[in-house]
């Protein structure tokens, strides 16, 4: 690493008393390498990555007494990282942000829904979650191919089964050099009527969440960013959704407002980020499309695996965009469902 770069590096990100110094950041480079996380010394332009937040954070919980950080304040709550992906099959790049969630507790659930009443959890690790959920520019860069009915490249994704989400995060992982998190065995093409199919429609998979790389969030991980330290039922607002409240609409893509012609009677999902954001900087964690989590979802239905959506989707009611509403679909299942991704901070 060049020292001017390093001092360059320093005089616009020293947030913290100007306590960092070059051989700090150096120190942190040589740790962070170690770790895989793809730093390197060579680099003539440091820019903003996940890597400096973790060094910015982590020194300045090292530098600062501890007296001036009970609060937490100086960690980041909302900044967001822009990646870019290349693709060598793919001509044009496709760039998307990611906003940084730190560690901490609150309650999950909604005193209104009789199957996810209000708890106390627990998120252990901070995480990166997707700004917006995964569009269709993006997909179509990684994956090189388009499922969406509703063709827009600014429009979320959708037809993505469970295991295409984690096919593409494993993907979109191995173009930015990251560790895949996903493990996928005995993976079958053939449906239950045993034709073949060109997706997968049965595997095992594993997620080590100590990987670098893209994953799926974890439902509570979802919910906690969807929430974003509020109690709000929506993302964004406590506002009641109602024909009423049309202020509420400015949130949520749902069932009344997603009309795409004069007659009503045609519905569709739309461009991400039209609406205004939650309190971390989400956009449509209500509605537009529901969205895959990593966890199973209990069911009874004769023992079928099923998988977490949440977030409900443009067709659906106001009670199925809350933030603490949750419903589950079997992992081959893809109509009409996306997704958002995420990384272990």
């Given at each position: ?21 070059s ?55 909302s ?47 901070s ?25 827009n ?6 037809n ?15 173009l ?14 053939e ?7 060109n ?14 790389g ?71 964690m ?16 004769n023992?079928k ?41």
């Open positions: 690493m060049r020292k001017d770069t390093t001092k360059k590096f320093l005089a616009k990100e020293n947030r913290f008393f100007k306590r960092f110094t051989i700090d950041v150096i120190r942190f480079v040589q740790r962070q390498n170690k770790k895989g996380l793809g730093i390197k010394q060579k680099d003539s332009d440091l820019k903003i990555s996940y890597d400096l937040i973790e060094f910015r954070n982590c020194f300045a919980l090292e530098k600062l007494p501890m007296n001036t950080i009970s609060n937490r304040n100086i960690l980041l709550s900044d967001k990282i822009k990646n870019v992906v290349s693709n060598k099959n793919v001509d044009k790049q496709v760039s998307f942000n990611m906003v940084y969630c730190e560690s901490g507790t609150f309650t999950m659930g909604d005193e209104d829904l009789w199957y996810n009443k209000p708890r106390i959890e627990i998120i252990e690790n995480f990166l979650l997707g700004e917006t959920e995964v569009t269709q520019e993006l997909y179509e860069k990684v994956m090189e191919i388009n499922p969406s009915y509703f063709k490249p600014q429009n979320p994704v959708e993505v089964s469970w295991y295409d989400a984690i096919e593409f995060c494993n993907k979109l992982s191995q930015q050099g990251l560790d895949g998190c996903y493990v996928l065995k005995d993976i079958s093409t449906d239950k009527y045993g034709d073949e199919q997706r997968i429609m049965s595997a095992q998979v594993t997620c080590d969440f100590n990987k670098n893209y994953r799926l969030p974890k439902e509570k991980e979802w919910e906690y960013a969807a929430k974003a330290g509020t109690q709000n039922r929506w993302a964004g607002t406590n506002v009641e959704i109602s024909r009423s409240e049309r202020c509420t609409y400015d949130y949520v893509w749902f069932r009344e407002n997603s009309y795409v012609n004069d007659d009503g009677d045609e519905q569709s999902t739309h461009p991400v980020a039209t609406k205004l954001p939650n309190e971390w900087g989400f956009y449509d209500s509605g537009n499309v529901a969205e895959w989590c990593w966890d199973k979802h209990e069911t009874n239905k023992s695996t099923e998988q977490v959506i949440r977030g409900g989707g443009y067709a659906a009611d106001s009670t199925n965009v809350r933030s603490a509403s949750r419903y589950g679909y079997s992992p081959d299942y893809y109509n009409y469902i996306g997704f958002r991704i995420c990384r272990t901070f």
